[in-house]
């Protein structure tokens, strides 16, 4: 992999600026200039790299794709060991290791604008996209292997999407500790059942 240019590690770092001020203070309430005072730099070299906050807004939806990726490090990357790799990311599809990527305010923020901003739409569903397509590629390498009986990756994998999108929805609402990991627990074996797994055999340490 090549080395990385001054402008992608300035941008990353000015997304990532952007990120941490969005945390405390809202997308809405986040400028150019609060950015740079986060990074101590000035506010003119902020605007050379992103024109303008949409530019900042577009960064730091790339960034939240980046980040996402982590959910779907299984513990095996093995080739011949397909069925406890999807069991593992299953796992952390339906855990709190979202929390550790990217905060639920930012993350609902940056989705609310779809309703209004067609390239963060368009940006959105690249994202949705890819995230299924992972979970279709490991579903369809079990099929292969003839470890999961099931007809249609895409299918399956789209329903557990949707599954998961609906809980984290309704379980931002929950406050309380117990009943959030009730429910949570409640939909992982939803989508196992989907595929035929039991959820208590397939545990796995994440």
């Given amino acids: 992999m090549g080395r990385r240019s001054l402008k992608e590690d300035q941008q990353k770092r000015i997304v990532e600026a952007f990120y941490e001020v969005a945390k405390r203070e809202g997308i809405e309430n986040t400028s150019f200039g609060k950015v740079a005072k986060e990074l101590e730099m000035h506010q003119s070299l902020v605007i050379h790299y992103f024109a303008n906050k949409e530019d900042l807004l577009l960064g730091l939806i790339d960034f939240i794709m980046m980040r996402y990726e982590n959910i779907y490090q299984a513990e095996s990357e093995l080739d011949d060991q397909p069925l406890e790799r999807l ?49 279709q590629n490991l579903i369809q390498a079990c099929i292969d292997k003839k470890q999961l009986v099931y007809d249609d990756a895409s299918k399956a994998a789209d329903i557990i999407f949707v599954i998961s999108d609906g809980a984290y929805y309704y379980l931002s609402m929950i406050e309380d500790p117990v009943a959030y990991d009730m429910h949570l627990e409640r939909y992982k074996e939803e989508a ?12 796995v340490n994440n």
């Avoid at 796992?91 to 923020?109: E, G, Q, T, V």
């Avoid at 209004?116 to 992972?134: A, V």
């Avoid at 059942?193 to 039991?198: D, E, K, P, V």
């Fill in 87 to 135: 069991t593992s990311v299953l796992h952390n599809i339906f855990s709190r290791k979202w929390d550790n990527y990217i905060d639920d305010s930012i993350f609902y923020n940056c989705f609310a604008l779809i309703f209004r901003h067609q390239e963060i739409k368009n940006r959105f569903r690249e994202l949705h996209l890819m995230l299924r397509g992972w979970l």
């Fill in 192 to 203: 196992f059942r989907l595929l035929g797994l039991n959820v208590a055999a397939a545990k």
